[in-house]
């Protein structure tokens, strides 16, 4: 079975700001890595995934994630965070071939002006 | 866009009501999925399905039931509802490996 630690459960930051939401899986086959975003009161979206290919993965405002197989990681990272970025961050996993997601426990990224 | 829509964003009920919670993917996705979410315990899966009237146990099938008649809709039943099913409801849809949300469901089981 798969798992995911997220080890931070709030992360506070001052605006622009760098930031690292960290995140470890487990798994015994090959993964996909996934981080959703979740805005207050708003349903979960896609921040960017690693299927394949290039281990470092991009978003479009900013955020960049690493694989890292060696280390069992997948850390999200921005260099400069905006008050916009306040919101809560999972990490997520599943099987390759199969879809269901085993998500971490969150991490809720406070940004302070 | 992809749309997931979810019947209601707040829901009130009674301990030992029937509750149907119901999701509706515009996308012809063949999956469809529950999840709650609890604070501090991340999102949970409760039920899957990958096709019109196939379903599978996620981690926490219990208390829970699932219908999907129709591809585009997957609802979540609520047998007799008690109060540690107050959560957040969250369904999601997709074709491959991404999946998309709906806004969520607020219960609250007085």
């Known amino acids: 079975a798969q798992s995911v630690t997220q080890l931070d459960s709030q992360v506070p930051v001052f605006e622009e700001a760098p930031v690292e939401l960290r995140c470890n899986y487990s798994?015994?086959?090959?993964?996909?890595l996934f981080w959703y975003v979740q805005y207050p009161n708003q349903g979960l979206q896609l921040l960017l995934k690693y299927l394949s290919g290039s281990t470092l993965v991009e978003s479009i405002n900013g955020f960049e994630a690493e694989f890292n197989k060696s280390q069992t990681s997948f850390h999200l990272r921005k260099p400069s965070v905006h008050i916009s970025d306040t919101a809560e961050y999972f990490c997520a996993v599943s099987v390759v071939g199969n879809t269901p997601l085993v998500f971490g426990k969150g991490t809720r990224l406070s940004v302070i002006a | 866009d992809v749309k997931v829509t979810q019947s209601s964003r707040y829901l009130v009920k009674r301990t030992g009501e029937k509750v149907f919670l119901e999701c509706v993917q515009d996308?012809?996705?063949?999956?469809m999925f529950w999840y709650r979410q609890d604070p501090g315990l991340g999102l949970r899966l409760i039920y899957f399905?990958?096709?019109?009237?196939?379903?599978e146990k996620g981690d926490i099938p219990e208390g829970y039931s699932v219908s999907r008649e129709k591809k585009e809709r997957f609802s979540l039943i609520l047998e007799s509802a008690s109060t540690n099913q107050t959560s957040m409801y969250l369904c999601a849809s997709s074709l491959g490996t991404t999946q998309y949300f709906g806004p969520g469901t607020r219960l609250l089981v007085l």
């Open positions: 399905s990958y096709d019109v009237k196939m379903k």
């Open positions: 798994s015994s086959v090959s993964v996909y």
């Open positions: 996308m012809d996705h063949e999956n």
